[in-house]
């Protein structure tokens, strides 16, 4: 089917953080439309796709997006005008070539994503079909069973995510035992609301971090995880079967490049990587963590192939700064064994079509792949799509709380009941393969 572009808009946003982002729309000759919200990290990888920023003082801070907005109506947008919307992978080299840098650092990624996103969802309007089952089209054509992804519930944040709190930058709860999404969504909502009222009794603030979790000051990075020991307990769920324990640890941001190890701060101590190892390895034999992610350095690649052939068998270890959902560091994880899955994010790389990519060749190597959400996030429910449209065994969009991550919840509720309606089945959760 013919439907080519016929307009490319866009201008200047705010996410979640107030921060500038960029919004697009994209219409077409048959009159049907796309649009897009990029998200933004605040913890990010060194080898990400560049965001594109004015860094001029006078606006926002240094963090408007004017000169992205302009390479997407001024620049890309005119060489993209009269091609077939349908044709997304022509679409997405076609802006490869504009910008003709290695990380879109001449236009931007959150430029070229904007509209290779919008142009997704153009199609499939075009095309009279979900946005997930034109994802899956794009994925695999052949294949007609869809799954929905486990919810990773990220409901203690630190790090770069929390102010003076736990060096690691997310504690989240699992519903892995439990098949039904719904009850997932309302196990995360029990959990969260009994750590609620933990928090309020031992007297620690509940505000929230940038991702919807509490942020208590003054924890160690081990007192999280005694927390969450105990609001399960008081729920009917079971700790271990029903609901298991996953961390992000964004170990970059707290590694010391000049000693080579690692500053914990909460705790006082510098360690090193093998002693980080050893640590997690305590962790899991006391809490029932099934993945850790980012738990070393993106540079440590060492350690990464240490850590996964301690515990490698046992549990997930996630690559995210590691990977940075690029081709060229995947297949160097995969081929050094530095790892077992990989955390897929949209901007890091910048296209829709690159990032399927990398989730097939992720998959076909048995890494499990998760969907995620930025720090910086937006009323955009794309990932959502993303993770059923590719058969991703879990997602990560925050906290049952707030607008923007609660969204993605919401999307995948209606994407529940519209496959059961029209695919007259209903669809279980994926489990975690043999993390499980």
Not at 74 to 101: A, F, H, Y
Not at 167 to 190: K, L, T
Not at 273 to 286: D, R, T
């Amino acid at each position: 089917m013919i439907d080519k572009i016929l307009n490319i808009y866009s201008r200047q946003v705010l996410d979640s953080r107030g921060n500038p982002t960029i919004y697009t729309l994209v219409k077409t000759s048959s009159g049907n439309t796309g649009f897009s919200y990029v998200p933004s990290g605040a913890s990010t990888g060194s080898k990400e796709a560049l965001e594109l920023r004015d860094n001029d003082p006078k606006y926002f801070n240094g963090k408007s997006v004017l000169s992205a907005v302009k390479n997407v109506t001024d620049e890309i947008g005119p060489n993209l005008i009269g091609m077939n919307v349908n044709n997304l992978d022509e679409i997405d080299s076609k802006m490869l070539d504009i910008d003709g840098t290695e990380y879109k650092s001449r236009l931007g990624a959150n430029s070229i994503l904007s509209i290779s996103m919008a142009c997704t969802r153009a199609s499939a309007a075009s095309n009279n079909i979900e946005l997930f089952e034109l994802i899956r089209k794009l994925y695999d054509s052949e294949l007609n069973n869809y799954k929905l992804p486990n919810p990773m519930f990220n409901v203690l944040n630190g790090g770069s995510h929390a102010f003076n709190s736990t060096d690691f930058q997310e504690y989240m709860i699992v519903p892995v035992g439990i098949e039904n999404f719904e009850e997932s969504i309302s196990a995360g909502f029990q959990i969260y609301n009994k750590l609620k009222k933990l928090l309020e009794r031992k007297n620690y603030p509940t505000t929230l971090g940038d991702e919807g979790g509490f942020a208590p000051p003054g924890l160690t990075n081990e007192e999280p995880l005694e927390l969450l020991t105990k609001a399960v307990s008081q729920t009917e769920f079971k700790l271990g079967s029903d609901i298991k324990f996953a961390l992000d640890v964004a170990a970059s941001e707290f590694y010391d490049n000049s000693v080579d190890m690692y500053d914990l701060k909460s705790e006082s101590k510098k360690i090193s990587s093998s002693e980080l190892a050893f640590l997690y390895e305590n962790l899991v034999q006391k809490y029932p963590i099934y993945s850790i992610e980012d738990g070393l350095s993106e540079d440590d690649w060492s350690g990464w192939q240490n850590l996964t052939k301690s515990i490698g068998k046992n549990i997930q270890l996630v690559g995210d700064d590691l990977y940075v959902t690029q081709k060229k560091f995947l297949r160097r994880g995969i081929d050094e064994n530095a790892g077992n899955s990989i955390l897929i994010k949209l901007n890091q790389v910048g296209t829709v079509s690159e990032t399927i990519e990398n989730i097939k060749l992720a998959q076909n190597n048995n890494f499990e792949t998760i969907i995620s959400h930025r720090s910086g996030e937006t009323e955009d429910t794309f990932i959502a799509d993303l993770a059923v449209g590719t058969s991703s065994t879990q997602i990560k969009t925050g906290a049952p709380a707030r607008g923007e991550r609660v969204n993605k919840y919401n999307r995948l509720l209606i994407i529940h009941d519209i496959i059961k309606n029209k695919y007259k089945y209903s669809p279980k959760n994926n489990t975690v393969g043999t993390y499980k």
